[in-house]
């Protein structure tokens, strides 16, 4: 079956669609998949097009760029349209030739320096003591911000962490086998004090097992099993305000745990196994490095040339 007939079946593009989707773990990832596949599909059946080829997915990305969108935006639309190629051909509906192409589309190149925000030693504290700890509430909160301060998670990986998750390694505590983005499983140290945060909370709430974090409704009472990703962004907005931050996110906690090990000297590839990066390029840009040619590295390879 070649491109054209898929083109003229709406039912394909959406069986496809969910198949794409249900190969995602991710409920951000998969969020923006859905609404970048639904854009292209109805881009795509706007016009007579000459099927669905590399030619056609380059004709796509040009036009996103013509709207102006960013280099990120861009590539995970493309990436995307990538993986409906790849299913399509595994069902047929596309020939392997014109897959190959597709998925050799390149996405847009990145300008300049991904922006983020890191919090220093000092805003960091003031960020985590601003939760009221006389409240189950606050308790939460705290234990929250203390997870993602001092264990660099993702806030999919916060609101998915259970009480399971925290055991003993090599004597001391650690996250276990926390499955995060990608399906990557990676083990994460706990520091004492993020413990005795966590530990705060959980006994004021009077549970010993399930999620780390759940629903406290306004008469300060525990209620529900678990907590959204979007709660997890809200309740940190009203603190950031408070620590005299605004407008952090949740990542930029991550960002900041990376940035306070390197100062701290921790090294830089037990940092990426921390944070569960694939490339060591990708903790770099956490760290937001710059090269230091006062105080370089190499200086302290203390070697002698004879003279």
Same mark, same amino acid.
Request: positive net charge; hydrophobic residues 45%.
């Given at each position: 079956?070649?491109?054209l007939?898929?083109?003229?079946?709406?039912?394909?593009?959406?069986?496809?669609?969910?198949?794409?989707?249900?190969s995602?773990?991710?409920?951000?990832?998969?969020?923006?998949?859905?609404?970048?596949?639904?854009?292209f599909?109805?881009?795509?059946?706007?016009?007579?097009?000459?099927?669905?080829?590399?030619?056609?997915?380059?004709v796509?990305?040009?036009?996103?760029?013509?709207?102006?969108?960013?280099?990120?935006?861009?590539?995970?639309?493309?990436?995307?349209?990538?993986?409906?190629?790849?299913?399509?051909?595994?069902?047929?509906?596309?020939?392997?030739?014109?897959?190959?192409?597709?998925?050799?589309?390149?996405?847009?190149?990145?300008k300049?320096?991904?922006?983020?925000?890191?919090?220093s030693?000092?805003q960091?504290?003031?960020?985590?003591?601003?939760?009221?700890?006389s409240?189950?509430?606050?308790?939460?909160?705290?234990?929250?911000?203390?997870?993602?301060?001092?264990?660099?998670?993702?806030?999919?990986?916060?609101?998915?962490?259970t009480?399971?998750?925290?055991?003993?390694?090599?004597?001391?505590?650690?996250?276990v086998?926390?499955?995060?983005?990608?399906?990557r499983?990676?083990?994460?140290?706990?520091p004492?004090?993020?413990?005795?945060?966590?530990?705060?909370?959980?006994?004021?709430?009077?549970?010993?097992?399930?999620?780390?974090?759940?629903?406290?409704?306004?008469?300060?009472?525990v209620?529900?099993?678990?907590?959204?990703?979007?709660?997890?962004? +809200?309740?940190l907005?009203? !603190?950031a305000? %408070?620590?005299?931050? /605004?407008?952090? #996110? @949740?990542? *930029?906690?991550? =960002?900041?745990?990376?940035?306070?090990?390197?100062?701290?000297?921790?090294?830089?590839?037990?940092?990426?196994?921390?944070?569960?990066?694939?490339?060591v +390029?990708?903790?770099?840009? !956490?760290?937001? %490095?710059?090269?230091? /040619?006062?105080? #370089? @590295?190499? *200086?302290?390879? =203390?070697?002698?040339?004879?003279?």
């Amino acid at each position: 079956m070649n491109e054209l007939v898929l083109a003229n079946r709406a039912a394909d593009w959406q069986r496809l669609k969910a198949l794409v989707l249900d190969s995602v773990s991710s409920p951000i990832t998969r969020r923006v998949y859905n609404l970048g596949l639904d854009e292209f599909i109805e881009w795509y059946g706007l016009e007579l097009r000459p099927g669905f080829t590399k030619a056609t997915v380059s004709v796509w990305r040009v036009t996103l760029e013509t709207r102006g969108l960013g280099s990120v935006c861009i590539n995970v639309r493309i990436t995307a349209v990538r993986k409906l190629a790849i299913e399509a051909a595994d069902n047929g509906l596309l020939a392997p030739e014109l897959t190959a192409g597709i998925v050799r589309v390149k996405g847009a190149k990145s300008k300049g320096v991904r922006v983020g925000n890191w919090l220093s030693i000092r805003q960091a504290q003031v960020l985590l003591n601003a939760p009221d700890i006389s409240t189950k509430k606050g308790l939460r909160d705290r234990a929250m911000l203390a997870v993602l301060l001092g264990c660099g998670l993702r806030r999919s990986e916060a609101a998915a962490l259970t009480l399971r998750h925290i055991q003993q390694r090599d004597n001391r505590w650690c996250i276990v086998d926390l499955i995060g983005k990608q399906g990557r499983l990676r083990t994460i140290p706990m520091p004492t004090w993020v413990k005795v945060a966590i530990d705060a909370w959980t006994a004021a709430a009077s549970f010993v097992d399930g999620f780390a974090f759940r629903p406290v409704n306004r008469g300060d009472q525990v209620q529900g099993e678990c907590m959204s990703e979007k709660v997890v962004w +809200q309740l940190l907005q009203q !603190y950031a305000a %408070t620590a005299g931050v /605004s407008g952090i #996110a @949740p990542h *930029d906690l991550r =960002r900041t745990c990376a940035k306070l090990c390197r100062a701290a000297g921790g090294e830089l590839e037990q940092i990426q196994l921390l944070l569960g990066h694939a490339s060591v +390029q990708t903790t770099e840009r !956490y760290l937001g %490095t710059k090269q230091d /040619s006062v105080h #370089a @590295p190499n *200086d302290a390879i =203390r070697l002698k040339v004879a003279v």
